[in-house]
């Protein structure tokens, strides 16, 4: 027993002997945090510990997808050609025995890492080292230490339309915003697109009409000091209720607003991390007082179960039919009682939008229109 714990306390000493004293040994150091939009150095430290000079030195590095190497950014390396964004391909000098040899590179995390951060926390990148020796081509490689990659995520939770005027055909609308990722902003610009004859102001940040009915909105830390602790980032798990004033001037044949909001900002205004959706405000246009609750979700819950039309009371003899893409009828009930939920006679119809018409039969040959969308 005795002969067997030496021979394996001699054999771990070998061993641990030859991984001190490898030919060449490689590290890859990464810093612990990127930021996106941030210049970030990584460093490889390649030492020689043998009598040779190692020649035809190329270094190929993998990062993970979103970070780019900045091309020109090398020290003591160049680019053997143009590199792939993530995945560089550097070459440098001799290394002479002895001291260690550095080769430094800068990157940069792009907007795309809000889509891979969903998903991971931690990231490593890998280098491998091919180079000559002893009339041989060799190599080595080595991963980097793990790192996080910090990067504000503002996200819309929630739009409310409230504070509804009919006479002078006016809404508020609310948009809270939550910053829900680590990182912070300094700016932010959430910008609206509606309908060429929409008209929008605000109290909050600079709102500029981009085009006809397309507006942007810059909230800066002036608007950030009234929210969470009160300095002038918007930071992790704070959130910020952009309120918006809407009117339309002119509301001749406009039952429907549809628009579509998207918050951008870092590198440049680069970043979006809301790819661009559709969101249906409330009708503005009350002809006759009427409002026409047009997005419905029959899912049991009691909360948009139903299509509820407001104002229905004052014309009894109304009637309302909706239509699907096909044109055919899938309902019609004359007067509407505020009960569809979004069925037919062979039960409940697919999520997607249809086509409503409602007769007000008052007198006046008013038709309200429009399309009404169902998700469960």
């Known amino acids: 027993m005795y002969a067997t714990r030496t021979q394996l306390f001699v054999f771990l000493l070998l061993m641990c002997s030859k991984a001190t004293f490898a030919q060449v040994e490689i590290q890859f150091l990464a810093p612990p945090i990127m930021t996106v939009c941030n210049e970030t150095t990584f460093r490889v430290s390649v030492t020689n510990n043998s009598n040779n000079l190692l020649t035809n030195v190329i270094f190929d590095f993998e990062f993970p997808d979103g970070i780019e190497y900045q091309y020109g950014s090398a020290l003591n390396a160049e680019e053997l050609e143009v590199p792939v964004a993530n995945l560089p391909r550097l070459t440098t000098t001799n290394i002479q025995p002895g001291a260690p040899y550095f080769v430094e590179l800068t990157l940069i995390p792009d907007c795309s890492m809000t889509e891979v951060l969903l998903d991971k926390s931690s990231f490593q990148a890998f280098v491998r080292m091919n180079y000559y020796m002893d009339n041989q081509t060799k190599s080595t490689s080595a991963l980097s230490d793990y790192f996080v990659v910090e990067t504000p995520m503002p996200t819309i939770t929630k739009i409310k339309d409230l504070n509804i005027s009919h006479q002078d055909k006016t809404m508020e609308r609310h948009i809270t915003i939550e910053n829900q990722h680590s990182g912070v902003l300094t700016e932010l610009i959430v910008e609206d697109s509606h309908d ?84 249906e405000t409330a009708s503005i246009c009350f002809e006759k007082g009427l409002r026409v609750y047009s997005g419905i979700s029959p899912n049991g819950d009691d909360k948009n179960d139903v299509l509820y039309i407001e104002g229905l009371a004052n014309f009894p003899q109304n009637k309302l039919t909706i239509y699907n893409r096909n044109g055919r009828i ?31 039969n008052d007198g006046s040959n008013d038709l309200q229109t429009g399309y009404l969308h169902i998700q469960r």
């Open 330 to 360: 899938i309902f019609q009930q004359s007067p509407y009682d505020n009960n569809w939920k979004g069925t037919s006679r062979d039960g409940d119809l697919p999520d997607g939008s249809y086509f409503y018409m409602l007769e007000l």
């Open 196 to 279: 060429d004859q929409i008209q929008m102001s605000s109290q909050m940040g600079s709102i500029t009409e981009m085009d006809a009915g397309k507006f942007a909105t810059m909230l800066t830390g002036f608007d950030f000091k009234e929210i969470g602790d009160g300095d002038e980032f918007f930071e992790e798990g704070e959130i910020i209720t952009y309120i918006q004033k809407i009117s339309i001037p002119d509301c001749e044949n406009a039952s429907l607003v549809e628009s579509r909001i998207r918050l951008i900002w870092g590198c440049n205004a680069a970043c979006i991390t809301e790819t661009t959706r559709k969101l």
